[in-house]
C-alpha cells in the first residue's frame, strides 16, 4: 500500500500534462486561424474601399472629359464637351476606370500573411444611362487564398464579389436633358395632355 502511495505521488500532474498535450496544438492551431480570418476579412475590407474609389473615379472622369486627358490641355477644341455627349455612353470613360482600380489593387499587398494577395480579380465598371441622369457602377470579383484550410484538404481558394453604386451627374448637362425633354414634349403635344391627365384626375 505503501509502494502504491509513493507510485501515485511520483506521477501525479501527468494528467494535466498529457491534456495540455493535446489541446495546445489545437488552440494554436485555432488562434493562427483566426488571425488568417482576419487577414482576410482585412483584404475585403480594402477591396470594397477600392470599389468605392472606383466607382467615384469612373463618375468624376465621366462627368469631366478633362480628367480623361493625360496632361491638362488648354485647347478645349480637342475635348469633347459638346451637349448630349452623355447619351451614348462614354467607353473611354469606363476604360480609365479599369486601369485605375487596377492601379489599386496592385497597391494591396497581403496583408499579414505572404501568400494571401487578391488574385484573378474581374473588374466591372460601366456607366448606367437613364436620359435625365446617369450612375457610376462598379464591381469586382476577385479571389483569395486562406492557406490553413489545405491541411485538411479543403478548398483554400475562395471567391468573393463586391460592387458600389455611385452618381454620375454633371448639373449643367441634367438642365438641359431636361430642357430637352419639355421641348419636345411641348413640340409633339405632350405636355397639354399630360396636364389635362393631371387636371381631370385632381377633379375627381
Known amino acids: 500500500m505503501t509502494n502504491f502511495k509513493e507510485i501515485i505521488k511520483k506521477e501525479y500532474g501527468a494528467v494535466e500534462v498529457i491534456e495540455a498535450a493535446l489541446v495546445f496544438p489545437i488552440v494554436i492551431f485555432v488562434v493562427i486561424l483566426l488571425m488568417f480570418l482576419g487577414n482576410m476579412f482585412y483584404q475585403q475590407a480594402k477591396m470594397d474601399a477600392i470599389a468605392i474609389r472606383g466607382a467615384e473615379y469612373l463618375s468624376a472622369v465621366y462627368t469631366n472629359p478633362l480628367l480623361l486627358e493625360d496632361s491638362i490641355t488648354t485647347d478645349c477644341t480637342e ?43 474581374v473588374k466591372t465598371c460601366k456607366i448606367k444611362n437613364y436620359v435625365v441622369y446617369q ?65 381631370a384626375f385632381t377633379e375627381n
Open 135 to 199: 450612375t457610376a457602377y462598379v464591381e469586382i470579383e476577385y479571389s483569395i487564398q486562406l492557406i490553413p484550410m489545405r491541411l485538411f484538404g479543403s478548398p483554400s481558394l475562395y471567391r468573393y464579389s463586391c460592387s458600389t453604386v455611385t452618381a454620375a451627374d454633371d448639373s449643367a448637362e441634367f438642365i438641359r436633358n431636361i430642357d430637352m425633354i419639355m421641348d419636345y414634349s411641348e413640340e409633339y403635344g405632350i405636355t397639354d395632355k399630360i396636364k389635362s391627365a393631371v387636371g
Open 79 to 121: 475635348v469633347n464637351v459638346k451637349p448630349y455627349r452623355y447619351l451614348l455612353g462614354n467607353s473611354e470613360a469606363e476604360s480609365k476606370a479599369k486601369d485605375q482600380i487596377e492601379k489599386l489593387i496592385n497597391k494591396t499587398g497581403t496583408g499579414l500573411f505572404s501568400g494571401m494577395k487578391i488574385n484573378g480579380t
